[in-house]
């Protein structure tokens, strides 16, 4: 297909946090770290911003379905019985135009290869003939990718008039190449930064940019801390390098003056044996003497020991006794703990059967009482009802009585109007006849 290399580079480029070298250190002044700021609203408000979300998701949707087109051009059987005939022949035909692309742009690719290879000869007529081809098949390039794009086009909204094949399209995301979803994981990062963005507001946007700032100016300070505590740290490197080496030397010489003292001490060391052994024969004689001592003092002891148990024995039979008739004492008053409970239980439980039909007949004035309010307050509505509809027909009459005596008041002004012209025209008519008799008279 068309989409053979897509890649996108990271859309945001923030501070690169695995190579900021950071250092606990404890200092007098006690400073809290910034708080990383996060936008105040989690949906977006206006219709711009919802125009916005919605173009990009469509622009998302639709690049999943066309990067899909070349997994269904290959399995024509499946597609056709999933797609329908109409959208698996304009992807076939889609297929067609983008393999002949591919077809143009490998053979252009080849020759211009092999022109390269035989620059030696530009100025021969086979040689200016090829480029001229080349030329020829580079000027039909646009209008085959203009082709493409219009069968990509016709693609796309017949998929989109049919959700069900887009959707079943849609789940084969086994066949996507890897360039096409890396494209698409890009717009769904490029989503995700543009919805952060258009939820953060205008103070949002500058408290980030403190923010950022603040946070630079502090890696900024313990970077150099920490170039002063490198430096202090090879100094004392050098110091202790220099220690051990003064050390080792006195070393060197200890264990010089030990080997003369080890062989000087092996003398000393006989004598301290023969001590040692005059001694233990000594203390052999002083332990025997102890050892009897001791013994007859373990006897003195067993034979105490003797008359205390039996004491003991004595005690302990008493005591066991005692122990005997309070458990008597304690097992009757369970026993009467437990017939008392038994009564108190019986008495609950019936008062508990009591309750529960109280509260079934208060459940049922309940309902009651709520049909009741229910039709009261309908009876109320239609009371309302009849009294504004009572209300607008007697305006209404009052309305037309008015109408209806403003008419007739015209109507007769009309009348008495009429008849008067009509008075005026008789009267004119009567003049004029007269006049004329006269006139006629005195003719003759």
Same mark, same amino acid.
């Given at each position: 297909?068309?989409?053979?290399?897509?890649?996108?580079?990271?859309?945001?480029?923030?501070?690169?946090?695995?190579?900021?070298?950071?250092?606990?250190?404890?200092?007098?002044?006690?400073?809290?770290?910034?708080?990383?700021?996060?936008?105040?609203?989690?949906?977006?408000?206006?219709?711009?911003?919802?125009?916005?979300?919605?173009?990009?998701?469509?622009?998302?949707?639709?690049?999943?379905?066309?990067?899909?087109?070349?997994?269904?051009?290959?399995?024509?059987?499946?597609?056709?019985?999933?797609?329908?005939?109409?959208?698996?022949?304009?992807?076939?035909?889609?297929?067609?135009?983008?393999?002949?692309?591919?077809?143009?742009?490998?053979?252009?690719? @080849?020759?211009?290869?092999?022109?390269? @290879?035989?620059?030696?000869?530009?100025?021969?007529?086979?040689?200016?003939?090829?480029?001229?081809?080349?030329?020829?098949?580079?000027?039909?390039?646009?209008?085959?990718?203009?082709?493409?794009?219009?069968?990509?086009?016709?693609?796309?909204?017949?998929?989109?008039?049919?959700?069900?094949?887009?959707?079943?399209?849609?789940?084969?995301?086994?066949?996507?190449?890897?360039?096409?979803?890396?494209?698409?994981?890009?717009?769904?990062?490029?989503?995700?930064?543009?919805?952060?963005?258009?939820?953060?507001?205008?103070?949002?946007?500058?408290?980030?940019?403190?923010?950022?700032?603040?946070?630079?100016?502090?890696?900024?300070?313990?970077?150099?801390?920490?170039?002063?505590?490198?430096?202090?740290?090879?100094?004392?490197?050098?110091?202790?390098?220099?220690?051990?080496?003064?050390?080792?030397?006195?070393?060197?010489?200890?264990?010089?003056?030990?080997?003369?003292?080890?062989?000087?001490?092996?003398?000393?060391?006989?004598?301290?044996?023969?001590?040692?052994?005059?001694?233990?024969?000594?203390?052999?004689?002083?332990?025997?003497?102890?050892?009897?001592?001791?013994?007859?003092?373990?006897?003195?002891?067993?034979?105490?020991?003797?008359?205390?148990?039996?004491?003991?024995? @004595?005690?302990?039979?008493?005591?066991?006794?005692?122990?005997?008739?309070?458990?008597?004492?304690?097992?009757?008053?369970?026993?009467?703990?437990?017939?008392?409970?038994?009564?108190?239980?019986?008495?609950?439980?019936?008062?508990?059967?009591?309750?529960?039909?109280?509260?079934?007949?208060?459940?049922?004035?309940?309902?009651?009482?709520?049909?009741?309010?229910?039709?009261?307050?309908?009876?109320?509505?239609?009371?309302?009802?009849?009294?504004?509809?009572?209300?607008?027909?007697?305006?209404?009459?009052?309305?037309?009585?008015?109408?209806?005596?403003?008419?007739?008041?015209?109507?007769?002004?009309?009348?008495?109007?009429?008849?008067?012209?009509?008075?005026?025209?008789?009267?004119?008519?009567?003049?004029?006849?007269?006049?004329?008799?006269?006139?006629?008279?005195?003719?003759?």
């Amino acid at each position: 297909m068309a989409l053979d290399v897509l890649a996108v580079s990271p859309l945001y480029q923030g501070p690169d946090i695995n190579k900021i070298r950071l250092i606990a250190q404890t200092t007098k002044k006690s400073t809290t770290p910034p708080k990383a700021l996060t936008p105040a609203k989690t949906k977006l408000t206006t219709i711009e911003t919802k125009r916005i979300m919605s173009v990009l998701d469509e622009t998302i949707h639709k690049v999943e379905l066309v990067s899909l087109l070349s997994h269904a051009a290959s399995e024509p059987k499946t597609s056709e019985g999933m797609l329908g005939p109409d959208v698996t022949k304009a992807v076939r035909e889609h297929e067609d135009l983008c393999q002949v692309l591919l077809d143009r742009v490998s053979y252009l690719q @080849e020759e211009k290869r092999k022109l390269q @290879e035989a620059e030696e000869f530009e100025d021969e007529a086979w040689f200016r003939e090829r480029l001229f081809a080349m030329d020829e098949q580079k000027s039909q390039l646009p209008q085959l990718m203009q082709e493409i794009k219009e069968s990509t086009k016709n693609v796309v909204r017949l998929l989109l008039s049919n959700p069900q094949a887009a959707s079943l399209l849609q789940a084969q995301t086994l066949g996507r190449s890897e360039e096409a979803q890396c494209f698409i994981n890009s717009l769904v990062e490029l989503r995700g930064f543009l919805f952060e963005k258009l939820l953060t507001s205008p103070m949002e946007a500058r408290d980030k940019i403190q923010f950022i700032q603040d946070i630079t100016r502090r890696n900024r300070r313990h970077q150099e801390i920490i170039d002063t505590l490198e430096n202090e740290l090879a100094a004392c490197v050098r110091n202790r390098n220099a220690e051990v080496e003064k050390e080792n030397f006195v070393i060197q010489e200890l264990k010089n003056h030990l080997h003369q003292v080890l062989k000087f001490s092996e003398n000393s060391l006989q004598r301290t044996k023969q001590e040692a052994e005059k001694q233990q024969k000594a203390d052999f004689r002083a332990s025997q003497a102890r050892v009897a001592k001791i013994q007859q003092e373990i006897l003195v002891l067993q034979s105490q020991f003797h008359n205390l148990v039996t004491e003991n024995r @004595e005690a302990e039979q008493a005591l066991r006794k005692k122990k005997y008739k309070v458990e008597t004492e304690i097992e009757n008053w369970i026993q009467k703990y437990d017939s008392e409970m038994s009564e108190k239980q019986d008495e609950y439980e019936e008062l508990d059967v009591i309750h529960k039909e109280e509260q079934l007949q208060l459940e049922e004035l309940k309902k009651r009482y709520d049909v009741l309010v229910e039709e009261f307050s309908q009876i109320q509505a239609e009371r309302e009802i009849l009294t504004k509809k009572r209300l607008e027909e007697e305006q209404e009459m009052v309305r037309m009585v008015r109408a209806a005596t403003l008419i007739q008041a015209l109507w007769k002004g009309y009348l008495v109007r009429s008849m008067l012209k009509s008075k005026r025209k008789k009267r004119g008519k009567g003049k004029g006849e007269k006049k004329g008799k006269g006139k006629g008279k005195g003719k003759k």
